[in-house]
């Protein structure tokens, strides 16, 4: 007797929750790069159509990095002058700039101009992610079609609005611990450090969060019941410090790093079903 449809969702749910958490505890941001690139040289049609989807991402954060420069420059950067210099009252939290010394108001200004600027280039990434939010849904999906005989996901309006639902959901999330850190990164001497550990944590949520995304595709609800320690999220995104502290131009270079390290570790958590399974790549039955 076979078990019922209500059955093998439960046994399929707990499958990829035992694969999830066995992949989180051993994987590391180090090994994921390692596992993308050794993914991506067995299979060249995936590669193509990653060098594709990263090629169309960085157009899109840099033509949107053009578009709020040139609005920075004519909305925001002459009230932001007049601040520096004096002629508007600074928020208390920032009055230790707004000392009679010119110099020091100078390099006060440098410092917001050079801030401004490093949040429009994430925001623009930020953005070119959430717009092709249905390319690295397909790119998921392909890994996962290396792995087993996955359906596809047939494609319509509603599910689109989903997973464009959760892409903005995913976003919102990431811009707003990303706020927070950032507030904290003016704390004196400690505050870079805890920045920087804010954004390993969030980028390994954010792998994470994307790949149990593609799954919940398949009506399997295990968003909820997926939970990931901060050591564990920190140990999968720290190499994304590496990127952000280049000065601008490293956070342009993030999608490269971010998708192939999603291709991997989804890749990871499909080998790790098949090994739960005892399931060869051939789809054989190992010896036991």
């Known amino acids: 007797m076979e078990p019922s449809g209500q059955a ?3 046994q399929q749910k707990e499958l990829i929750l035992s694969a999830l958490s066995r992949v989180i505890a051993k994987e590391n941001s180090l090994s994921l790069l390692k596992g993308g690139l050794k993914l991506f040289s067995r299979d060249k049609q995936l590669f193509a159509k990653y060098a594709f989807g990263v090629t169309i991402c960085l157009f899109a954060s840099v033509s949107l990095c053009v578009l709020f420069y040139f609005i920075f420059q004519a909305f925001g950067r002459e009230p932001l002058e007049a601040m520096v210099q004096g002629n508007i009252n600074w928020p208390n939290w920032l009055s230790w700039l707004s000392t009679p010394e010119q110099w020091i108001r100078d390099f006060g200004g440098l410092i917001i101009l050079a801030i401004s600027y490093l949040i429009i280039v994430y925001l623009s990434v930020r953005l070119a992610f959430l717009f092709m939010i249905y390319w690295t ?3 998921i999906a392909s890994v996962m079609k290396i792995s087993r005989n996955r359906p596809n996901t047939p494609f319509s309006v509603r599910w689109l609005l989903r997973l464009l639902k959760t892409g903005l959901r995913l976003t919102l999330r990431t811009l707003g611990v990303t706020l927070l850190f950032f507030c904290l990164s003016w704390i004196p001497f400690i505050g870079y450090p805890i920045f920087l550990l804010g954004v390993a944590w969030s980028s390994g949520k954010d792998i994470m969060a994307t790949v ?12 909820n019941l997926c939970q990931m320690p901060f050591k564990d999220s920190a140990r999968l995104g720290w190499l994304f ?5 280049v000065p601008l131009i490293g956070i342009l270079f993030m999608p490269l790093l971010y998708i192939l390290q999603v291709c991997a570790f989804t890749f990871a958590v499909e080998c790790e079903m098949r090994n739960l399974l005892g399931v060869n ?6 010896i036991s």
């Open 8 to 10: 093998q969702d439960q």
């Open 241 to 245: 410090c590496v990127v952000y502290s």
């Open 212 to 223: 149990v995304m593609v799954y919940a595709e398949e009506e399997i609800e295990i968003p």
């Open 137 to 139: 849904d397909e790119m």
């Open 281 to 286: 790549e051939q789809g054989n039955k190992l």
